[in-house]
């Protein structure tokens, strides 16, 4: 099927939605596009007189020759379903960000609508702090701040890969709840003082973690593309700045625990600051990098140039008419696709290590959670994949192409070999050092005598490794560990139940702290292997195990 017989999904004589309203941009060129007042796009000249032509009574071909006549009729028809797309025609509008919004692939918003009253009532307080010089002793502090840190590495690497006191780890996460706070009432504070007005603001899951936001997509009414870099990159001041006085703080104090509790902070803000920066995720780096290139939904375009160029390669679809004139637009795209997915899988992967012991209750939040993600992340593969079958050159090909790849990823992901490891703890009993798993949970350790084992802290960040030794199995028994065999949090006098399943020799002059992880090594499998493993068939048998628990019961006659 060659491009020029697809048939576009607008009507023959198109009509833009009545809540789309035209505006003059920033320069003469260009025109702001705005749904129900928020902006969604900027364009330029010829393609507002498009819009504005669109009045229902006008043919698609009328269009292209009073406006785009140097362009084929298929490359009309392109602008025509990006319009579409954009919610922009009759027919295709979209419902307008609320209380409550859905954003592909896993962000869900809630929100408050009265974010502009409050941002100008914060802005009224606040103008007297907002002056130019104040940049100065930001950047000194800032500066100052990353020197002292960098000085005090060695320290900082030990409290992120030690068990911590719980005191200390609730302050942190305290601290760490305000700076985000106040993160974002840096954007609308600042996008207030710049003329604009922050639409909407409140709580969401971004990637399945819990985060503020402010909506400061009205900062490209602005006519300075500085002083969109500025509202974009506020946020990330506030905790780059307490990351530097923290750092500047350690660097004074006296008490190592409280050296410590602040070392952590800096490191916890330096690493917000790093992964705002990231241009490839909807982070305020992309915020700030779209508004000082000035081209909107940057993501976008890239990301629908990056899914042609592909397209074009497995199922030989025409070249199309590029959605941003720039030479990086592919490898842009693709970054914006891989980048989220691999942050995607990161957070999966937590989340599936953390309730894998969390007996069935943590396998059916591990099956739904999937799910989810499944559904979510499907629905623009399948969309995109919809595309390839449309424009490539035929379905035999598009059929050829699909199974090929799907046959190179699986085939790939059954030869790559990963470590075959069993995560559990382990915690000291006199002389003994005993391989523990959480008690009334689904973990399991499969152990041979002479199985090795690492030994190593529990840290907020990692893990450090202490000895390696050598594991043999013991008959379960019940056994109360330290907190820290679990969790990256030490608490004096604290213990919680656990299961003995073996005891570990290790050499007799390791310095073993009183629990941490033991991570067993049982060889080598698939990558497949282990992603099917741990992803579907280890929930799916906790979940069977506690529905049906006759299923496990080996005494019971079957015959």
């Not at 996008?191 to 819990?210: E, Q």
């Not at 800096?266 to 000082?292: E, H, K, Q, W």
Request: charged share 15%.
């Amino acid at each position: 099927m060659t491009r020029e017989a697809r048939t576009p999904e607008v009507a023959a004589d198109p009509r833009v939605s009545a809540s789309v309203r035209l505006e003059p941009g920033a320069d003469a060129d260009h025109w702001l596009v705005t749904v129900d007042g928020v902006p969604v796009s900027r364009v330029s000249t010829p393609v507002a007189q498009t819009l504005r032509a669109m009045d229902g009574s006008t043919s698609v071909d009328e269009l292209r020759r009073r406006f785009a006549p140097a362009h084929s009729a298929a490359e009309f028809a392109d602008l025509l379903d990006r319009f579409r797309r954009a919610g922009l025609l009759h027919g295709s509008e979209r419902r307008p960000a609320g209380r409550v919004t859905y954003r592909p692939p896993l962000t869900i918003q809630f929100a408050t609508l009265r974010a502009p009253h409050l941002f100008a009532a914060l802005h009224r307080v606040l103008r007297p702090a907002l002056v130019g010089w104040m940049r100065w002793p930001i950047a000194v502090v800032v500066l100052l701040g990353g020197i002292a840190l960098v000085a005090q590495s060695g320290e900082a690497m030990t409290a992120l890969t030690s068990p911590l006191p719980l005191t200390d780890v609730l302050v942190v996460a305290l601290v760490l709840v305000c700076a985000t706070f106040a993160h974002e009432v840096a954007h609308g504070v600042s996008l207030a003082h710049a003329g604009a007005r922050p639409r909407r603001a409140g709580v969401m899951l971004l990637y399945l973690g819990p985060a503020f936001f402010v909506d400061v997509t009205d900062a490209w009414r602005l006519p300075s593309r500085a002083s969109r870099v500025v509202i974009a990159l506020a946020g990330p001041a506030v905790h780059a700045v307490l990351a530097g006085a923290a750092a500047l703080c350690a660097l004074a104090a006296v008490d190592t625990d409280t050296r410590r509790t602040l070392l952590l902070l800096a490191c916890a803000c330096a690493t917000v600051v790093v992964v705002n920066l990231v241009p490839f995720v909807r982070f305020d780096g992309y915020i700030a990098l779209m508004s000082a290139i000035d081209e909107p939904n940057l993501r976008a375009r890239t990301m629908a140039d990056a899914g042609a160029a592909v397209r074009r390669v497995l199922f030989g679809a025409e070249r199309e008419p590029r959605a941003l004139a720039r030479w990086w637009s592919v490898p842009f795209g693709v970054l914006s696709v891989l980048v989220p997915t691999a942050l995607v899988w990161f957070a999966l992967e937590r989340a599936v290590g953390a309730l894998s012991g969390a007996g069935p209750v943590g396998a059916l939040l591990v099956l739904v959670l999937q799910v989810a993600i499944l559904l979510a992340v499907g629905a623009p593969v399948v969309r995109w994949l919809a595309a390839g079958a449309r424009k490539g050159r035929g379905l035999v090909r598009f059929l050829l192409a699909g199974a090929t790849l799907v046959a190179a990823i699986l085939g790939a992901a059954g030869a790559i070999p990963v470590a075959d490891v069993r995560s559990a703890g382990f915690a000291i009993d006199g002389a003994r050092t005993l391989l523990v798993v959480p008690a009334n949970s689904a973990a399991t350790v499969p152990l041979d005598d002479g199985t090795p084992v690492v030994l190593s802290t529990r840290g907020i960040l990692g893990d450090a490794p202490v000895a390696s030794g050598i594991a043999h199995p013991e008959d379960p028994r019940s056994h109360p560990v330290p907190i820290s065999a679990f969790a990256p949090v030490e608490v004096s006098g604290v213990e919680v139940d656990a299961v003995a399943v073996g005891v570990i020799d290790v050499p007799v002059d390791a310095v073993v702290p009183a629990g941490g992880r033991a991570v067993v090594h049982l060889g080598t499998r698939s990558l497949l292997s282990h992603v099917w493993s741990t992803h579907v068939a280890d929930p799916v048998s906790a979940l069977l195990a506690s529905l049906f628990p006759s299923l496990d019961d080996p005494q019971e006659d079957r015959t």
